[in-house]
């Protein structure tokens, strides 16, 4: 599995790239040692100085790809997406702390270009569920409104437990809890001479995605509601749920609400 | 982790072909685009769709049903 062996490839490639060097050594005096001593003496000073270059790309190289990886541990080049509607928008480039800072904000397809562990973490980063559920509106009280490191810790821990339970890489769960929780068709409001009526409309890709990110976001808002599961637990909890398309995963269930209310009025 | 589930009826895929300058809706929020059908017994044909959110020529849409076409949401 390519999320376990995310951090097993590193050492040991670590390991390989300190074993290669030696025994090309031994073999390279030898020669130089046999061989005519005028003119060959540059030789082995520029073998050496290659040799040294070469360990030292190596061990940059891993640095690097320690570096990239997701959280560290997690990569996210053999994620794959079905759905290719959704396919263009979900971006799938390897960073070890997804964030942007913002930079292309105010641009038009902004959100084309962002990662899409960092839409789970802006989605999070909100206070409250702004809408009546179970008859209370769900309040975090500027717990959550704005700290993008602590959310992005809960988001870190969540995808910890998602691997323990399942053994998958948890990106590859986000990915598809986010194709199964993403509806098809959306109803608006109409107005014929004071009386409102639904209508059927179908939705575009990128607000396809928009809607499955949010309605993850709240589900595990509503989950640590009052209750002694924490934040991480409750969007674990229902990734898991949604990526195999259990009827009572709360993103799922808003999903097969408006699609039934759209069927109805179109 | 190319892992096939088993999957449910989703839709059949269309591509947008062309999206009509004017928007329509009661806020404006709806746009009109012209969909290519990529899928099932309509494979082939261009129909007019209300959408809503952003949209760009190239995307690949969702569509519940291919047999009917939408007209205009007029305002008055």
């Known amino acids: ?266 | 982790m190319a892992e096939e589930q088993p999957r449910q009826f989703d839709g059949y895929l269309a591509e947008i072909v062309e999206i009509q300058p004017r928007k329509t809706g009661m806020f404006g929020s709806i746009i009109q685009a012209m969909c290519k059908v990529l899928e099932g017994k309509d494979k082939g044909r261009v129909i007019r769709r209300n959408l809503s959110g952003k949209a760009k020529v190239g995307d690949m849409i969702r569509l519940g049903d291919t047999s009917r076409e939408d007209k205009p949401i007029n305002i008055k």
């Open chain 1, 1 to 266: 599995m390519s999320e376990d062996s995310g951090s097993d490839n590193v050492e040991a490639g670590k390991i390989a790239a300190e074993a290669q060097p030696l025994p090309e050594q031994e073999t390279a005096k030898e020669p130089a040692a046999e061989g005519q001593k005028e003119g060959e003496e540059a030789k082995p000073a520029a073998k050496r100085a290659e040799r040294k270059t070469v360990r030292r790309t190596a061990k940059k190289e891993n640095i690097a790809l320690a570096e990239s990886l997701l959280f560290g541990k997690y990569s996210l080049k053999d994620v794959t997406v079905n759905d290719p509607s959704l396919a263009n928008y979900i971006i799938l480039a390897q960073k070890t702390y997804p964030n942007s800072y913002g930079r292309r904000r105010n641009r038009v397809y902004y959100i084309a270009h962002v990662n899409i562990v960092e839409r789970l973490i802006n989605k999070l980063m909100r206070g409250g569920t702004g809408q009546k559920i179970g008859g209370k509106v769900i309040r975090t009280e500027g717990a959550l409104q704005g700290k993008k490191i602590k959310v992005m810790h809960v988001v870190k821990d969540a995808f910890e437990t998602v691997n323990k339970k399942t053994g998958k890489n948890p990106v590859q769960v986000l990915v598809n809890a986010l194709e199964n929780s993403a509806p098809i068709e959306d109803t608006t409001r109409i107005r014929y001479g004071g009386i409102n009526y639904n209508v059927a409309v179908g939705i575009s890709a990128a607000r396809r995605l928009d809607v499955a990110l949010r309605n993850l976001a709240l589900s595990s808002l509503i989950g640590a509601f009052k209750s002694r599961k924490s934040l991480a637990d409750a969007l674990a909890e229902e990734l898991i749920l949604a990526a195999n398309r259990d009827p009572t995963s709360y993103a799922i269930k808003k999903k097969v609400e408006l699609e039934r209310i759209a069927r109805s009025a179109r």
